[in-house]
């Protein structure tokens, strides 16, 4: 059974940081390409982060220069480390892997972890 467990939000002031963690099982960790998305109220959801296996970043614009995505395959984990947190950044952070393999996809998910910036 595949599992993405999230950790590390809560609420921050303008400018301050939070680092978010994905443990995941069930999976060849080491294989997939591992993903950060986040959705705020009333919007849709939205590609912050992603590392390949290479651990090669990609970021969103908004992302850029605040945002450091990383992965420690002996742990299983990605993490998303968030600086210069903005309000606009308030949102529900989600874990995310999918491949396609022999045609098949597999589309894996967390439960979430709540990001709010305010002061």
């Known amino acids: 059974q595949v599992q993405l467990v999230e950790s590390g939000g809560g609420l921050v002031q303008p400018g301050g940081s939070l680092r978010l963690s994905c443990v995941a099982s069930g999976i060849s960790f080491s294989t997939r390409i591992m993903r950060w998305y986040r959705q705020a109220p009333g919007q849709q959801r939205e590609l912050v982060a992603t590392?390949?296996?290479?651990?090669?970043?990609n970021y969103v614009d908004s992302a850029k220069g605040r945002f450091t995505i990383s992965r420690d395959n002996a742990k299983n984990t990605v993490y998303l480390q968030m600086n210069s947190l903005k309000p606009e950044d308030t949102a529900v952070y989600y874990c995310n892997t999918w491949r396609i393999r022999s045609g098949v996809r597999d589309d894996y998910w967390g439960q979430g972890t709540q990001v709010t910036v305010s002061s």
């Open positions: 590392i390949d296996i290479s651990g090669a970043p």
